[in-house]
């Protein structure tokens, strides 16, 4: 996943921050936040998979303005975080870390079988691997090399989270 | 209630003797013979059939009599094959009935019965043509057919005549059918069917002269129904004729609801008779009585909001300022949103212009009671939006502009977006739209700079924190603002700053639309719009929003995959995706919109079915409105 996003202190939640379910029918939304937040533009039939796997995705509003989302894709028993994205004028609210919670939650509660969630992020965004290890993701060792393919630098961090014990 | 109209000379269709017709007009035992001898002739009154079985010299009532005799001495002097034997009179008011329970086949069968046998017989071919009328819509010229024939056949029928205007009022010829009713009410002058028929007619027609006479006769026909005065009553109020319309309601208060359908609303019923009769006193001018019917009527009435709202309107009619303001005072007690009573509450206290949306500002010398009167209702009620907002339209020059601050900080705090759409009516001023550039580009830069609202907000503490979102909604507002003022550029630059600031928030794209369309470039809005439905699927706001622009921009049909035309972009909230379903729902601003877009394209043909289809509706609505009136 590429992410953008600096880690506020155990920040109360502004009062205009609400959260809301991904559909079909907003999917638009979702796409054009990713699309202007993050460096890499992903094709339209991928938020199709988007809109199947909806129950781990979500999306956050501001005074009723969606400003966040993250999005994610079932690989049999892994959950892949495709996107987690703020706009920048909402950031620092503490609004990443609540929509990453909601997953996390909703994988640990299900019956699906997920044992794991991981992710790639970019080398050089420092924050964002903060960000994911104060959840609690775990860094693999080996560096990703070439994971993109447009963009500099062009390797990845994987990071995984164990839902259940193994 | 009039005399009954005396019967025309008969004339003696056979023998063409008047002279005899005038001989038996006068003799008053031809008379009582004539009743015995009518005991065989087919007579639809039942009454004939009474005294004739009785003693012919019985007393019943002198109309009633007459009116029976005439029929009767009708329908002897009907030709004879118009008179039918009493198997087939039986089974001649057998098709009526059945016709009533709309089943048409078994009436078509009894009618050919009759007909093997008494092939001329006029109303039973008139009946026919009724129920195949009725029956099939498309064989409307057989149904003429057999009523013309039918009429030819006895033209003194008024059985005829009443089936005939059925037809036509069937047809929606409301015209001919009224002249074939009032044909029928001169061969029978009593009927209540035939009268009823009338009446709603000429209502539909708005022959009101006409409908208040008609409503005369059924009333000193039926005169214990509370239908007949009520209908009377209403009848001359349309026309115009106030006081004969109170009077009717009073002679029937004084007859008394002697009615046993008392009913849950009965309570309700006659409390909307109390207030219509208040009504018809305003309408007339009769103002003091129509304070003293509301008063003795308190009780009764129970629509207690319609009372006051009565009440108030006459004391300021009467020039009772203080009563009428303590009034609506009372009013807003109940709702302090609604402008109808803040507008008499601006009238008690002189603002002369009672247009309580005037936001050219009141006079000097009543400024500072109106402000002390808004203070106090600000007080009163904190949360009511209209009371916020009333005073912007009365107010002049500095206390304008400082209550414009306070004003807008819930709107810029909470991010609303109608905010502009709430002030657009004040820039109609000149002054105030100055007034109002002033203060928000006083109120961007404030915030822009500390995240907080400007001191002349007076809003303290957190209330004066504004997030940077506030930034893009004051920007937004400022867009339309400058729209509004001819700054085009200005405006386009502002809405794209907002937009690049959160370019999820769909409303920005519809600001912007709307500049760009205001401003000439009707495809760059169209883009747009389209782009905001698609964020939004479920939204049928955004996607008529969007239909619209399509049309404006001629877009109509689908050229390719991804961009729809405006067809397609309707269809998608239409049930079962179908077309027809905007015709039957009676969708007229597509119609219209469509239609345009059609003339432009050049495509003529395709623009006048969407136009008359807009004729069609009206139509319809007008021929709806006939089913009310019963």
Known sequence: ASTHCTMPERAEMHSAVSFGDLTANNVGQAQTLNEVVLPIRYEKKLYKEVVDTARYARLAYFNEVVVGAVCSRLEGTKLYILSLAVLAPYRNLGIGRQLMEHVVNEAQKNGEGIEEIHLHVQVGSDDALRFYERLGFKRDDEIVKGYYTRIEPADAYHLRFAVRSP | ?630
Not at chain 2, 534 to 560: F, G, H, I, W
């Open chain 2, 1 to 630: 209630a009039h005399a009954p109209v005396r019967p025309r000379r008969p004339t003696f269709p056979r023998t063409g003797s008047q002279a005899k017709a005038r001989e038996a007009y006068r003799l008053s035992s031809y008379y009582r013979k004539l009743a015995s001898l009518c005991t065989g002739a087919v007579c639809v009154c039942v009454c004939v059939r009474v005294c004739a079985r009785a003693d012919p010299t019985t007393r019943c009532s002198v109309r009633c009599c007459r009116r029976s005799l005439w029929h009767a001495l009708l329908a002897a002097m009907a030709p004879p094959s118009q008179q039918l034997p009493l198997k087939e009179a039986n089974s001649f008011r057998q098709i009526v009935r059945l016709y009533e329970q709309k089943q048409y086949k078994k009436a078509i069968k009894q009618a050919d019965s009759i007909l093997k046998k008494f092939p001329e017989h006029g109303e039973t071919l008139a009946m026919k043509g009724l129920v195949l009328g009725c029956m099939h819509a498309d064989e409307k010229e057989k149904a003429y057919d057999f009523v013309r024939k039918g009429l030819r056949h006895n033209m003194r029928s008024h059985v005829c005549w009443h089936v005939f205007g059925l037809l036509y009022r069937q047809d929606g010829q409301f015209e001919e059918a009224s002249k074939s009713f009032k044909n029928a009410l001169r061969i029978d002058k009593e009927n209540f069917q035939i009268m009823r028929d009338l009446s709603m007619l000429q209502v539909q027609m708005r022959d009101l002269e006409g409908f208040v006479e008609t409503r005369r006769s059924m009333l000193v026909l039926n005169a214990t129904r509370k239908a007949s005065w009520v209908g009377f009553a209403i009848a001359s109020a349309l026309n115009g004729d106030y006081q004969q319309a109170i009077k009717a309601i009073e002679s029937y208060e004084r007859v008394g609801n002697s009615s046993a359908e008392a009913g849950n609303d009965e309570a309700y019923k006659l409390s909307e008779q109390a207030l219509f009769k208040v009504y018809l006193r305003m309408k007339m001018g009769d103002l003091e009585a129509a304070l003293k019917d509301l008063e003795e009527n308190k009780s009764v009435i129970v629509d207690v909001e319609s009372f006051m709202e009565y009440k108030a309107k006459i004391f300021l009619q009467l020039n009772r300022v203080d009563d009428a303001e303590k009034m609506y005072r009372e009013l807003l007690e109940r709702n302090s949103e609604c402008y109808s009573y803040h507008e008499g509450l601006l009238r008690c206290l002189g603002v002369s212009s009672c247009d309580v949306q005037n936001v050219n500002g009141a006079s000097d010398d009543l400024q500072d009671r109106l402000v002390a009167v808004y203070q106090e209702l600000a007080e009163k009620y904190p949360r009511s939006l209209a009371v916020q907002r009333i005073p912007l339209n009365w107010s002049k020059g500095n206390s304008f502009e400082s209550r414009v601050y306070e004003y807008a900080v819930s709107f810029i705090a909470r991010g609303i977006p109608s905010f502009f759409a709430d002030m657009k009516p004040l820039y109609a001023n000149e002054e105030k739209a100055r007034i109002l550039d002033k203060v928000f580009w006083n109120i961007l830069e404030s915030v822009q700079k500390d995240g907080r609202l400007p001191a002349q907000c007076n809003a303290t503490g957190a209330h004066g924190d504004v997030h940077e979102q506030g930034v893009m909604w004051i920007k937004a507002y400022l867009a339309q603002h400058c729209a509004i003022r001819g700054e085009y550029k200005k405006s386009v630059e502002l809405i794209d700053e907002a937009i690049s600031h959160t370019p999820t928030c769909i409303d920005l794209y519809l600001f912007k639309a709307q500049i760009l369309e205001n401003g000439g470039d009707v495809n760059g809005a169209a883009a747009l719009t389209e782009r905001a439905r698609k964020m939004d699927l479920q939204d049928r706001y955004l996607n008529t929003v969007s239909a619209k622009m399509l049309m404006r921009a001629d877009k109509t049909s689908t050229v390719e995959a991804d961009h729809p035309g405006s067809e397609e972009v309707m269809r998608l909230f239409t049930k079962e995706g179908t077309y027809n379903n905007l015709y039957d729902m009676q969708c007229m601003w597509y119609e219209i919109e469509t239609g345009k877009s059609f003339v432009r394209q050049k495509k003529f043909g395709r623009a006048i079915k969407k136009f008359v289809g807009v004729q069609q509706h009206f139509d319809d609505f007008y021929n709806d409105q006939f089913d009310f009136h019963s």
